[in-house]
Protein backbone atom coordinates (compact mmCIF):
# COMPACT_ATOMS: atom_id res chain seq x y z
CA UNK A 1 0.00 0.00 0.00
CA UNK A 2 1.19 3.50 -0.95
CA UNK A 3 0.12 6.95 0.08
CA UNK A 4 -2.41 7.64 2.61
CA UNK A 5 -5.39 5.01 3.01
CA UNK A 6 -8.61 5.37 5.73
CA UNK A 7 -11.00 2.76 6.74
CA UNK A 8 -14.12 2.57 6.42
CA UNK A 9 -14.96 4.52 3.45
CA UNK A 10 -18.62 4.75 4.15
CA UNK A 11 -20.04 4.29 7.80
CA UNK A 12 -23.66 4.87 8.63
CA UNK A 13 -24.06 5.30 12.66
CA UNK A 14 -26.75 6.17 14.94
CA UNK A 15 -26.93 8.29 17.37
CA UNK A 16 -26.08 6.58 20.38
CA UNK A 17 -23.37 4.40 18.37
CA UNK A 18 -19.55 4.29 19.43
CA UNK A 19 -17.69 4.02 16.26
CA UNK A 20 -13.69 4.73 14.82
CA UNK A 21 -12.32 5.84 11.46
CA UNK A 22 -8.99 5.01 10.81
CA UNK A 23 -6.18 6.40 9.23
CA UNK A 24 -2.71 4.90 7.82
CA UNK A 25 0.34 6.83 6.00
CA UNK A 26 2.79 4.98 4.36
CA UNK A 27 5.02 8.16 3.45
CA UNK A 28 7.26 8.97 6.53
CA UNK A 29 5.67 11.87 7.37
CA UNK A 30 5.81 13.35 10.66
CA UNK A 31 2.09 15.10 10.93
CA UNK A 32 -1.34 13.75 10.39
CA UNK A 33 -4.44 15.37 10.09
CA UNK A 34 -8.56 15.27 10.64
CA UNK A 35 -10.57 17.64 8.21
CA UNK A 36 -14.47 17.64 8.35
CA UNK A 37 -16.14 18.75 5.10
CA UNK A 38 -19.55 19.39 4.52
CA UNK A 39 -21.27 20.62 1.83
CA UNK A 40 -20.95 24.27 0.75
CA UNK A 41 -18.72 24.98 3.78
CA UNK A 42 -14.77 25.10 3.80
CA UNK A 43 -12.83 22.33 4.59
CA UNK A 44 -12.31 22.40 8.19
CA UNK A 45 -9.07 21.46 9.82
CA UNK A 46 -10.22 19.46 13.56
CA UNK A 47 -6.71 18.09 14.96
CA UNK A 48 -2.94 18.28 13.99
CA UNK A 49 -0.68 15.49 15.32
CA UNK A 50 3.21 16.00 14.88
CA UNK A 51 5.51 13.48 16.05
CA UNK A 52 2.44 12.08 17.53
CA UNK A 53 1.60 14.82 20.22
CA UNK A 54 -1.18 16.65 19.35
CA UNK A 55 -0.94 20.33 18.59
CA UNK A 56 -3.59 21.75 17.58
CA UNK A 57 -7.50 20.87 18.49
CA UNK A 58 -9.43 23.61 16.64
CA UNK A 59 -12.64 23.46 18.77
CA UNK A 60 -14.17 20.18 18.20
CA UNK A 61 -16.75 19.08 20.30
CA UNK A 62 -15.70 15.83 22.82
CA UNK A 63 -17.67 13.84 20.95
CA UNK A 64 -14.90 13.29 18.84
CA UNK A 65 -11.97 12.31 19.99
CA UNK A 66 -8.12 11.78 18.39
CA UNK A 67 -5.70 9.11 18.91
CA UNK A 68 -2.29 9.05 17.47
CA UNK A 69 -0.59 5.92 18.54
CA UNK A 70 2.59 6.11 16.09
CA UNK A 71 4.08 8.71 13.19
CA UNK A 72 2.02 6.20 10.87
CA UNK A 73 -1.71 5.72 12.25
CA UNK A 74 -4.51 8.45 13.20
CA UNK A 75 -7.70 7.07 14.72
CA UNK A 76 -10.96 9.04 15.55
CA UNK A 77 -12.81 8.23 17.65
CA UNK A 78 -16.78 9.12 17.62
CA UNK A 79 -19.61 9.01 20.46
CA UNK A 80 -22.83 10.06 21.00
CA UNK A 81 -22.33 12.21 17.27
CA UNK A 82 -24.99 14.46 15.73
CA UNK A 83 -27.19 14.38 12.71
CA UNK A 84 -25.31 17.73 11.60
CA UNK A 85 -21.86 15.54 12.21
CA UNK A 86 -22.83 13.80 9.04
CA UNK A 87 -19.94 14.66 6.77
CA UNK A 88 -16.75 13.62 4.61
CA UNK A 89 -13.97 12.86 7.16
CA UNK A 90 -10.60 13.24 5.57
CA UNK A 91 -6.72 12.00 6.67
CA UNK A 92 -4.35 14.05 5.36
CA UNK A 93 -0.09 13.58 6.41
CA UNK A 94 2.64 15.76 5.80
CA UNK A 95 6.39 15.70 6.54
CA UNK A 96 6.30 18.21 8.50
CA UNK A 97 3.68 20.95 9.86
CA UNK A 98 4.69 23.69 7.76
CA UNK A 99 2.71 25.68 5.50
CA UNK A 100 5.17 25.10 2.79
CA UNK A 101 4.49 21.25 3.20
CA UNK A 102 2.33 19.68 0.95
CA UNK A 103 -0.48 17.52 2.03
CA UNK A 104 -1.27 14.06 0.83
CA UNK A 105 -4.66 13.24 1.46
CA UNK A 106 -6.79 9.91 1.81
CA UNK A 107 -10.38 9.26 -0.04
CA UNK A 108 -11.98 10.23 2.87
CA UNK A 109 -14.38 8.38 5.11
CA UNK A 110 -18.05 8.92 4.39
CA UNK A 111 -19.93 9.17 7.69
CA UNK A 112 -23.81 9.52 7.82
CA UNK A 113 -25.43 9.76 11.36
CA UNK A 114 -28.58 8.88 11.70
CA UNK B 1 -5.68 35.07 10.19
CA UNK B 2 -5.50 35.51 6.82
CA UNK B 3 -8.69 34.71 4.67
CA UNK B 4 -8.54 33.78 1.13
CA UNK B 5 -11.52 34.83 -1.43
CA UNK B 6 -12.62 32.63 -4.69
CA UNK B 7 -15.25 32.47 -7.36
CA UNK B 8 -17.65 29.68 -6.33
CA UNK B 9 -17.97 28.56 -9.74
CA UNK B 10 -16.46 28.68 -13.13
CA UNK B 11 -17.32 27.40 -16.85
CA UNK B 12 -15.14 26.72 -19.26
CA UNK B 13 -14.72 24.29 -22.37
CA UNK B 14 -12.17 21.71 -23.78
CA UNK B 15 -8.91 23.56 -25.22
CA UNK B 16 -9.81 26.55 -23.29
CA UNK B 17 -7.12 28.22 -20.60
CA UNK B 18 -8.40 28.64 -17.00
CA UNK B 19 -7.51 30.98 -14.77
CA UNK B 20 -8.74 31.09 -10.91
CA UNK B 21 -7.91 34.26 -8.96
CA UNK B 22 -8.16 33.56 -5.11
CA UNK B 23 -7.79 37.14 -2.94
CA UNK B 24 -5.69 37.04 0.44
CA UNK B 25 -5.45 40.41 1.42
CA UNK B 26 -4.26 39.59 4.57
CA UNK B 27 -1.29 37.25 3.67
CA UNK B 28 1.29 37.11 6.33
CA UNK B 29 5.47 37.43 5.10
CA UNK B 30 6.20 34.16 5.78
CA UNK B 31 2.99 32.26 3.93
CA UNK B 32 3.26 30.27 1.20
CA UNK B 33 0.40 29.81 -1.34
CA UNK B 34 -0.95 26.22 -2.35
CA UNK B 35 -3.40 25.20 -4.56
CA UNK B 36 -5.06 21.89 -4.31
CA UNK B 37 -7.70 20.13 -6.40
CA UNK B 38 -10.68 17.94 -5.84
CA UNK B 39 -12.30 15.40 -7.44
CA UNK B 40 -15.82 13.73 -6.10
CA UNK B 41 -15.67 11.68 -3.09
CA UNK B 42 -11.57 11.75 -2.97
CA UNK B 43 -9.34 13.94 -1.03
CA UNK B 44 -7.45 17.23 -2.23
CA UNK B 45 -4.40 16.77 -4.45
CA UNK B 46 -1.85 19.47 -5.02
CA UNK B 47 -1.46 20.91 -7.67
CA UNK B 48 1.05 23.82 -7.03
CA UNK B 49 2.90 25.99 -4.70
CA UNK B 50 4.42 29.42 -4.53
CA UNK B 51 5.70 32.69 -2.74
CA UNK B 52 5.80 35.39 -5.33
CA UNK B 53 6.42 36.03 -9.14
CA UNK B 54 5.83 32.96 -11.64
CA UNK B 55 5.91 29.27 -10.68
CA UNK B 56 5.26 26.79 -13.39
CA UNK B 57 4.95 22.74 -13.75
CA UNK B 58 4.05 19.89 -15.35
CA UNK B 59 0.48 20.61 -14.89
CA UNK B 60 -0.13 24.81 -14.17
CA UNK B 61 0.69 27.83 -13.58
CA UNK B 62 0.42 30.12 -10.30
CA UNK B 63 1.00 33.84 -11.09
CA UNK B 64 1.49 35.97 -7.89
CA UNK B 65 1.85 39.71 -8.13
CA UNK B 66 4.68 41.82 -5.91
CA UNK B 67 2.37 42.63 -3.44
CA UNK B 68 0.87 38.92 -2.95
CA UNK B 69 -2.78 40.24 -2.08
CA UNK B 70 -4.02 37.69 -4.96
CA UNK B 71 -2.58 34.74 -6.63
CA UNK B 72 -4.19 33.21 -9.92
CA UNK B 73 -3.80 29.63 -11.02
CA UNK B 74 -3.70 29.00 -14.41
CA UNK B 75 -4.44 26.23 -16.14
CA UNK B 76 -3.75 25.43 -19.79
CA UNK B 77 -5.97 23.76 -22.32
CA UNK B 78 -7.92 22.31 -19.93
CA UNK B 79 -9.68 19.00 -20.94
CA UNK B 80 -13.01 17.11 -19.21
CA UNK B 81 -11.33 15.37 -16.45
CA UNK B 82 -9.76 18.85 -14.89
CA UNK B 83 -13.36 19.47 -14.07
CA UNK B 84 -12.72 19.58 -10.29
CA UNK B 85 -12.94 21.84 -7.35
CA UNK B 86 -9.54 24.07 -6.91
CA UNK B 87 -8.93 25.17 -3.73
CA UNK B 88 -6.13 28.15 -2.81
CA UNK B 89 -4.68 27.65 0.69
CA UNK B 90 -2.81 30.03 2.92
CA UNK B 91 -0.65 29.00 5.29
CA UNK B 92 -0.20 31.53 8.15
CA UNK B 93 3.06 32.00 10.04
CA UNK B 94 3.80 31.85 13.86
CA UNK B 95 3.93 28.80 16.15
CA UNK B 96 0.54 27.94 15.89
CA UNK B 97 0.07 27.98 12.28
CA UNK B 98 -3.22 27.74 10.90
CA UNK B 99 -3.83 26.51 7.09
CA UNK B 100 -6.65 28.40 5.67
CA UNK B 101 -8.45 26.88 2.80
CA UNK B 102 -11.13 29.12 1.10
CA UNK B 103 -14.73 27.90 0.03
CA UNK B 104 -13.14 26.60 -3.50
CA UNK B 105 -13.91 27.23 -6.86
CA UNK B 106 -16.12 24.28 -9.01
CA UNK B 107 -14.75 24.39 -12.31
CA UNK B 108 -17.10 23.08 -15.05
CA UNK B 109 -15.39 21.73 -18.43
CA UNK B 110 -17.81 21.58 -20.69
CA UNK B 111 -17.16 19.61 -24.60
Known amino acids: ETGVTQTPRHLVMGMTNKKSLKCEQH?????MYWYKQSAKKPLELMFV???????ENNSVPSRFSPECPNSSHLFLHLHTLQPEDSALYLC?????????????FGPGTRLTVL | LAKTTQPISMDSYEGQEVNITCSHN???????ITWYQQFPSQGPRFIIQ?????VTNEVASLFIPADRKSSTLSLPRVSLSDTAVYYC????????????WGLGTSLAVNP
Open chain 1, 92 to 104: ASSQDRGSRDEQF
Open chain 1, 27 to 31: LGHNA
Open chain 1, 49 to 55: YNFKEQT
Open chain 2, 26 to 32: NIATNDY
Open chain 2, 50 to 54: GYKTK
Open chain 2, 89 to 100: LVGEAGNNRKLI
